[in-house]
């Protein structure tokens, strides 16, 4: 993550609200909850409604400061077009990452622009015009520290009960590996990557908190890697898509999430080498 200053906006990698040239007066949208649409259903026969989630809409995020450099109206034209090179509208669908340090705390959403304003009048012929930025993000969570997380497979280390029995009993060392407790320091869920490495038949990943389940009818051989895109709701092995190994106990790969605080993840495959092994990695999400 960029590292930026208090009061700092960078857009697709450029300082744009930087404190030199531009300087930010306000901000809008960034720490309010975006609209939320309920799912609420009216009850035909009683008063009320049915319970049902809420979700967010995206997020609108409005920047507007004021142009601090000097040099004359013509250093001030090269500043501003360098503003407009920045906040062209694209000719494509991808979302560009909006990085802002507000209150202490770095964070960044992804969007596109939606806005921009430079307006003329006596500010602009004295050096100094108020410039607003606007930005449309469809995903209205804003994410902070990227964090990883790596699991082995469990494996039975040693010994067990050997017949006929000679007490006392030797009942062998328990599995080793299997679990780890992760961490999202944010509010809002997170959808993380998921990458399994085998030796191991049918990998399963449980959230033992959420109680939810992904599981793999499939055997992957050492170097095949199962890559779960809990974002996008993909399965590939080496690119390959493989969604349709997602057993009936599994939830789908966009409902398998790392919520806010701490939770316990296993890994387990029937069987599984020593080699075998998950790696989730996430980001901290806030609302």
């Known amino acids: 993550m960029a590292q930026i200053a208090e009061g700092q906006i960078h857009w697709d990698g450029n300082p744009l609200f ?66 407009r090179r920045a906040t062209a509208v694209r000719d494509d669908a991808r979302e560009r990452p909006l990085t802002a340090r507000i209150g202490g705390r770095t964070l960044t959403a992804y969007g596109q622009v939606a806005a921009r304003s430079i307006p003329g009048g006596a500010a602009y012929q004295a050096g100094r015009p108020v410039v607003s930025l606007q930005w449309t993000c469809a995903d209205p969570r804003r994410y902070g520290r990227e964090r990883t997380a790596v699991v082995k497979a469990p494996v039975s280390i040693a010994g067990g009960l050997e017949y006929p029995l000679d007490y006392p009993l030797d009942y062998g060392a328990a599995a080793a590996g299997g679990a780890v407790t992760v961490l999202n320091a944010g509010d809002a869920v997170a959808h993380p990557r998921i990458d399994i490495s085998g030796p191991c038949d049918r990998p399963r990943v449980v959230n033992a908190d959420s109680g939810h389940v992904m599981e793999f009818a499939i055997a992957l051989t050492a170097g095949d890697v199962l890559t779960v895109d ?58």
């Not at 300087?23 to 609420?40: F, K, M, Q």
């Not at 450099?69 to 250093?75: E, I, K, M, S």
């Not at 399965?235 to 790392?258: C, I, K, M």
């Open 18 to 83: 930087d404190g030199r040239v531009l300087a930010l007066t306000e901000i809008e949208g960034w720490d309010d909850l975006p609209d939320v649409d309920s799912g609420n259903v009216s009850r035909s026969s009683r008063h009320g409604a049915w319970a049902g989630r809420s979700l967010a809409q995206q997020r609108t995020v409005t920047a507007t400061g004021v142009v601090v450099a000097g040099g004359g109206l013509h250093r001030l034209d090269d500043h501003l077009d360098r503003i």
């Open 230 to 287: 809990c974002e996008a709701g993909t399965v590939l092995l080496n690119g390959a898509d493989r969604f349709y190994t997602l057993t009936p106990r599994s939830v789908p790969p966009e409902a398998w999430t790392v919520p806010p605080g701490r939770s316990a993840i296993t890994f387990r495959g029937v069987p599984a080498g020593p080699e075998a092994r998950l790696r989730i990695g996430w980001r901290d999400a806030y609302m």
